[in-house]
């Protein structure tokens, strides 16, 4: 294997266990000031990056799990009072899930203390190499995001 590829996994492998850990989502609950499950956090803030509602199979999508699985977290907030049903101004008979005022503000501040640790983290690094890992990072998500979906539909499409 390649030496870089190596050291990108590797590093990727390291961050994403660090950020995944149960520990990490509750401190980060903690200084946002919400109790809130990771599912239902990534929720709040995949329709608060959206900004605007989504139907539930959109949210799953998004977060490449089921949608039974969102199905179950958005009734939870719903009861929450952290989302709540709208029509879809496209088709009147279905529903999609949009934050209340109390849901954006939870999500924004679990958005903004993540946002903080990275800006502490990275403090010292020069303007240009932020916007370099700002840039390389966004490229190496789709990049993956692309190809793993392009392999799924190419084994869903197999069966």
Known sequence: MDENLHRTVSAYRRLATTLNRAKT???????AGVRLDRP?????????DA???????????????????????VAALEQR?????V????????????LTEDG???AESCRRVTSQ??????ADWPEPERAELAR??????????????????STSSAR
């Open 117 to 122: 640790w990275f800006e502490s983290a990275l």
């Open 81 to 85: 009072g952290l989302v709540e049903r």
């Open 104 to 106: 954006a503000e939870a």
């Open 51 to 73: 900004g605007e509602p989504r139907r539930i199979g959109m949210i799953a999508e998004s977060l490449q799990v089921e949608s039974p699985h969102v199905t179950r977290h």
């Open 40 to 48: 239902d956090v990534q929720i709040l803030v995949t329709l608060l």
């Open 25 to 31: 989502h509750e401190r980060l609950t903690a200084a």
């Open 136 to 153: 390389l990072l966004d490229k190496l998500a789709y990049d993956v995001c692309d190809h793993l979906t392009a392999q799924l539909d």
């Open 87 to 98: 029509r879809d101004p496209d088709d009147g008979r279905a529903w999609r899930i949009a």
